[in-house]
T-cell receptor
Framework: KQEVTQIPAALSVPEGENLVLNCSFT??????LQWFRQDPGKGLTSLLL?????REQTSGRLNASLDKSSGRSTLYIAASQPGDSATYLC???????????FGGGTRLMVKP | ETGVTQTPRHLVMGMTNKKSLKCEQHLGHNAMYWYKQSAKKPLELMFVYNFKEQTENNSVPSRFSPECPNSSHLFLHLHTLQPEDSALYLC?????????????FGPGTRLTVT
C-alpha cells in the first residue's frame, strides 16, 4: 500500500527566503505526482503535475523535482512571499487511473 | 459559476439528522470524487465515479451514501453520523479514463456532527 510522507509538518520562514518542501513515497512505481496548495478552510489548488518520466516541472517561482527511484519529490519556492502562506500537499498516482494518495501536508508561514 | 462548486459550505447536524452535500462541476469532466479531510490526518479518498458509475468505494461506512445522477453533479447523503465524522468534505472532478488526469477540487463543506 502506497504511503506518502511530508516533512516538515510545519515551516516558518522570513519573507524573501528560498525554501524546499519534501515529499517521500514508499512505492516508487508511480504514474505521476501532483503538488497542491490549500488555504485555510478552502479546497485544493493544483500547482504542478509531474509525470513519472519527468525530472522536474516549473511554474513561476515554483519548481518541483521528482526522483522516482528514491521515492522523493521536492517543491522549491523561490523568494517566498507572505501570500505563499498555506498548506502544501503532495499526492501520488500509482497507475493511470483516478486514485490519488495524499501526504499529510506541510503548513508554511512566510512572515513579512 | 466556474470550476467545482460545493454547497453548503458549512453544515452542523445532529447524529439523528439526515442531510445531503452537493457538488457541481462546470469543467466538462466525466469523473467525480468525494474526499474526507480530518484534522491531523491525510486527505482520504471516499468514492470515485466515472461516467456516473461508482468505480471506487474506499471502505466507507454505509451511513455515507453517494449519488451521481449525471456527470456534472455528485451528492453525498448523510444519515446517523458520528462525531468523528466531523471533517472537511471535498469534491473533485477530472477527465475520466486511464491518463492520470489532473483533479480539480471544490472549496469543501465543513461538517460538524454534534
Amino acid at each position: 500500500k502506497q504511503e506518502v510522507t511530508q516533512i516538515p509538518a510545519a515551516l516558518s520562514v522570513p519573507e524573501g527566503e528560498n525554501l524546499v518542501l519534501n515529499c517521500s513515497f514508499t512505492d516508487s512505481a508511480i504514474y505521476n505526482l501532483q503538488w497542491f496548495r490549500q488555504d485555510p478552510g478552502k479546497g485544493l489548488t493544483s500547482l504542478l503535475l509531474i509525470q513519472s518520466s519527468q525530472r522536474e516541472q516549473t511554474s513561476g517561482r515554483l519548481n518541483a523535482s521528482l526522483d522516482k527511484s528514491s521515492g522523493r519529490s521536492t517543491l522549491y519556492i523561490a523568494a517566498s512571499q507572505p501570500g505563499d502562506s498555506a498548506t502544501y500537499l503532495c499526492a501520488v498516482r500509482n497507475n493511470a487511473g483516478n486514485m490519488l494518495t495524499f501526504g499529510g501536508g506541510t503548513r508554511l508561514m512566510v512572515k513579512p | 459559476e466556474t470550476g467545482v462548486t460545493q454547497t453548503p459550505r458549512h453544515l452542523v447536524m445532529g447524529m439523528t439528522n439526515k442531510k445531503s452535500l452537493k457538488c457541481e462541476q462546470h469543467l466538462g469532466h466525466n469523473a467525480m470524487y468525494w474526499y474526507k479531510q480530518s484534522a491531523k490526518k491525510p486527505l482520504e479518498l471516499m468514492f470515485v465515479y466515472n461516467f456516473k458509475e461508482q468505480t471506487e468505494n474506499n471502505s466507507v461506512p454505509s451511513r455515507f451514501s453517494p449519488e451521481c445522477p449525471n456527470s456534472s453533479h455528485l451528492f453525498l447523503h448523510l444519515h446517523t453520523l458520528q462525531p468523528e465524522d466531523s471533517a472537511l468534505y471535498l469534491c473533485a472532478s477530472s477527465q475520466a479514463g486511464t491518463g492520470g488526469y489532473e483533479q480539480y477540487f471544490g472549496p469543501g463543506t465543513r461538517l460538524t456532527v454534534t
